[in-house]
């Protein structure tokens, strides 16, 4: 029997003057976009081309962030504009927020926790939203919340567990767990015919929406065929090879992009850092079918683990129009897999910086687009006319 998600409530007794206004500009001018409380509880704020994403982390003394409350660091991005420096006015309107969290968080249940279990669990639920607005005609879907491939680097293990923890969930080691959302198809369906059309992004973090599970409930495919309907724009990101197993969906789309993690050339290295990923040789061969079938491809190399760039450039490039670079950043949690594999050396900045930079310069000779501003429409020409 399906279950009631209860996080979405709470977020609602937490933000509601915000969330009242949800898509009304206020005097400034800015306006909430979007909210989510699948990973802490996010916030999206628009003015104009400006968007700005406000995430609240369980609250930790030890890490940087923008502001703190009682139970809450308040952090803030950009969207689509890499490291620009926030200004005066985007300030204040974050302090605003700030100050609306630390008059409501009181009012928040404190639920006990239940006690740790290492069982894994598949909790299948009824949810009532899934299509999340973030900006500039971008939305992102998560058909389903954790992940089972289970990276030891997945960044958004701590905050996908304090959302669990505020709804009173037993922690689960990331990996052990997984929410699959029964009705998103359905609740998809009523809100892309309230919404305008966009680039959907499935799943940026959160979940793989071609994680093993897909294949018992199909609620990726599920929503695909929803979006099709609607003439929305998918953007796929996934380490699994199963995505060709959708070719016939997508072939629907006038235009639909499918993206492969690959963060190393060498299945050995996969088999360390990433064992419940797909072998690297299964995805390059996912990345060849897409492309033949005529999908924007697109490959996303992060975290950059021991390689050979130039292999991997030549592996990649040829299926693919833009590729995204980055470091790895859980060196807490992974540091054990650089000493098991005799690599210590590819944890340090300088192997980052040498690798990346003989990746973007070979990526750069076959003309493939660097998406350095994490906005795969524009790299991909989802946007044009
Ligand atoms: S496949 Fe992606 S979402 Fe899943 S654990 Fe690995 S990094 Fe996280």
Same mark, same amino acid.
């Given at each position: 029997?399906?279950?009631?998600? +209860?996080?979405?409530?709470?977020?609602?007794?937490?933000?509601?003057?915000?969330?009242?206004?949800?898509?009304?500009?206020?005097? $400034?001018?800015?306006?909430?976009?979007?909210?989510?409380?699948?990973?802490?509880?996010? *916030?999206?704020?628009?003015?104009?081309?400006?968007?700005?994403?406000?995430?609240?982390?369980?609250?930790?003394?030890?890490?940087?962030?923008?502001?703190?409350?009682?139970?809450?660091?308040?952090?803030?991005?950009?969207?689509?504009?890499?490291?620009?420096?926030?200004?005066? %006015?985007?300030?204040?309107?974050?302090?605003?927020?700030?100050?609306?969290?630390?008059? #409501?968080?009181?009012?928040?249940?404190?639920?006990?926790?239940?006690?740790? $279990?290492?069982?894994? #669990?598949?909790?299948?639920?009824?949810?009532?939203?899934?299509?999340?607005? =973030?900006?500039?005609?971008?939305?992102?879907?998560?058909?389903?919340?954790?992940?089972?491939?289970?990276?030891?680097?997945? @960044? /958004?293990?701590?905050?996908?567990?304090?959302?669990?923890?505020? =709804?009173?969930?037993? +922690?689960?080691?990331?990996?052990? @767990?997984?929410?699959?959302?029964?009705?998103?198809?359905?609740?998809?369906?009523?809100? /892309?015919?309230?919404?305008?059309?966009?680039?959907?992004?499935?799943?940026?973090?959160?979940?793989?929406?071609?994680?093993?599970? %897909?294949?018992? @409930?199909?609620?990726?495919?599920?929503?695909?065929?929803? *979006?099709?309907?609607?003439?929305?724009?998918?953007?796929?990101?996934?380490?699994? !090879?199963?995505?060709? =197993?959708?070719?016939?969906?997508?072939?629907?789309?006038?235009?639909?992009? /499918?993206?492969?993690?690959?963060?190393?050339?060498?299945?050995?290295?996969?088999?360390?850092?990433?064992?419940?990923?797909?072998?690297?040789?299964?995805? *390059?061969?996912?990345?060849?079918?897409? +492309?033949? &079938?005529?999908?924007?491809? @697109?490959?996303?190399?992060?975290?950059?683990?021991?390689?050979?760039?130039?292999?991997?450039?030549?592996?990649?490039?040829?299926?693919?129009?833009?590729?995204?670079?980055?470091?790895?950043?859980?060196?807490?949690?992974?540091?054990?897999?650089?000493?098991?594999?005799?690599?210590?050396?590819?944890?340090?900045?300088?192997?980052?910086?040498?690798?990346? &930079?003989?990746?973007? !310069?070979?990526?750069? =000779?076959?003309?493939?687009?660097?998406?350095? *501003?994490?906005?795969?429409?524009?790299?991909?020409?989802?946007?044009?006319?």
């Amino acid at each position: 029997m399906s279950e009631t998600r +209860h996080i979405d409530s709470f977020a609602r007794t937490l933000l509601e003057p915000l969330l009242e206004r949800l898509q009304t500009p206020s005097r $400034s001018g800015w306006q909430l976009m979007g909210w989510d409380a699948e990973q802490g509880f996010q *916030l999206t704020l628009g003015k104009g081309q400006d968007v700005l994403l406000i995430e609240l982390e369980r609250r930790d003394d030890e890490r940087d962030c923008y502001a703190r409350t009682q139970r809450f660091n308040l952090c803030v991005r950009r969207a689509f504009q890499a490291g620009a420096p926030l200004t005066e %006015e985007e300030r204040r309107v974050v302090l605003q927020v700030a100050s609306i969290v630390r008059a #409501r968080e009181g009012l928040l249940p404190v639920v006990t926790r239940p006690t740790t $279990s290492t069982r894994a #669990r598949v909790r299948e639920l009824e949810v009532e939203r899934v299509l999340i607005p =973030e900006g500039a005609g971008h939305y992102y879907v998560n058909p389903y919340v954790g992940c089972m491939i289970g990276c030891d680097f997945c @960044y /958004v293990a701590d905050r996908a567990d304090f959302s669990r923890e505020l =709804e009173g969930q037993p +922690h689960l080691p990331w990996g052990r @767990y997984v929410d699959v959302k029964l009705n998103a198809a359905a609740v998809l369906r009523q809100e /892309v015919a309230r919404a305008r059309p966009g680039i959907v992004r499935m799943s940026p973090i959160l979940t793989d929406p071609y994680q093993a599970l %897909e294949r018992r @409930y199909r609620i990726t495919r599920q929503c695909l065929e929803v *979006l099709a309907d609607a003439r929305f724009t998918p953007v796929i990101l996934t380490r699994a !090879a199963r995505v060709v =197993e959708d070719l016939d969906v997508l072939g629907r789309f006038e235009r639909a992009a /499918v993206g492969l993690s690959i963060p190393t050339d060498d299945d050995r290295v996969r088999q360390h850092f990433e064992p419940g990923g797909d072998p690297i040789e299964e995805r *390059l061969d996912a990345l060849r079918r897409c +492309h033949a &079938a005529g999908l924007r491809t @697109y490959v996303i190399i992060q975290p950059m683990l021991p390689m050979d760039p130039a292999r991997l450039v030549a592996l990649t490039a040829p299926y693919v129009r833009a590729v995204r670079i980055d470091r790895m950043y859980e060196l807490q949690r992974t540091a054990h897999l650089y000493r098991e594999f005799g690599r210590p050396d590819a944890m340090q900045d300088a192997f980052f910086e040498q690798t990346g &930079a003989a990746l973007r !310069a070979g990526f750069a =000779e076959h003309g493939i687009a660097l998406d350095d *501003l994490d906005d795969l429409g524009r790299s991909l020409g989802l946007l044009e006319g």
